[in-house]
């Protein structure tokens, strides 16, 4: 069965910190490249960062410096820590493959404000 699980958003002020988390099964995790995507309002689902099954991971730029990917294989989770978080980084979050599965969890909302 297909499963994809986002927690971890939540409101915070600008140059505050979130973790996410991403539960997924196996199917999928044993793919060798997981990624955070991202999606705010009236703009399309864009990709923030990925991670190869060995650990080499990338960003945008738009993130680059401020979130971390990580993965834990053997509990089939891939993470995402915030750090120095703008306005601009309000979306909801999701994490699939890459190239993403014909299938979305629900994402988890991050909103950045004051």
């Known amino acids: 069965q297909v499963q994809l699980v986002e927690s971890g958003g939540g409101l915070v002020q600008p140059g505050g910190s979130l973790r996410l988390s991403c539960a997924a099964s196996?199917?999928?995790?044993?793919?060798?490249?997981m990624g955070w995507y991202r999606q705010a309002p009236g703009k399309q689902r864009e990709l923030v960062a990925t991670i190869s099954k060995t650990g080499s991971t990338n960003s945008a730029d738009s993130v680059k410096g401020r979130f971390t990917i990580s993965r834990d294989n053997a509990k089939n989770t891939v993470s995402l820590q915030m750090n120095s978080l703008k306005p601009e980084d309000t979306a909801v979050y999701y994490c699939n493959t890459v190239p993403a599965v014909n299938f979305w969890g629900q994402g988890t909302q991050v909103t950045v404000s004051s």
């Open positions: 196996r199917i999928i995790v044993s793919t060798n490249l």
